[in-house]
């Protein structure tokens, strides 16, 4: 079993920063793939980023691409998602998510299903 838990979240101006953090407990493999994903009142869950937890591969949303950075500390067993120059459209509930399949492309990390595990939530404001 894996639990995840997430802090960080807040309210923040746009073109502000906010750094996501992600704490994995119980058996994880270095296979598995650690995804965020984020969903906003009245719509779906989507995808965020994805990172692989031996660290090496990782991809993103088209809609944070450049502005957003995942990353990994597996010393800590912490997923972290560097969010700059945030947006309005970013608000949203943020969730951290475990994957226990290895990585097999990207189409599949961008997926909600593929996911066996998430958090709580955490929440991300971002005021105009």
């Known amino acids: 079993q894996v639990q995840l838990v997430e802090s960080g979240g807040g309210l923040v101006q746009v073109g502000g920063s906010l750094s996501l953090s992600c704490v994995v407990s119980?058996?994880?493999?270095?296979?598995?793939?650690m995804g965020w994903f984020r969903q906003a009142p009245g719509k779906e869950r989507e995808f965020v980023a994805a990172i692989n937890w031996s660290g090496g591969t990782t991809t993103y949303a088209d809609s944070v691409k450049d502005r957003f950075t995942i990353s990994r500390d597996s010393a800590k067993n912490t997923v972290i998602l560097q969010m700059n120059s945030l947006k309005p459209e970013d608000t949203a509930v943020y969730y951290c998510?475990?994957?226990?399949?290895?990585?097999?492309?990207?189409?599949?990390?961008?997926?909600?299903?593929?996911?066996?595990?998430w958090g709580q939530g955490t929440q991300v404001t971002v005021s105009s």
């Open positions: 119980g058996r994880i493999f270095s296979t598995y793939v």
């Open positions: 998510s475990a994957d226990r399949n290895s990585w097999r492309s990207t189409w599949y990390v961008k997926r909600l299903s593929e996911y066996e595990y």
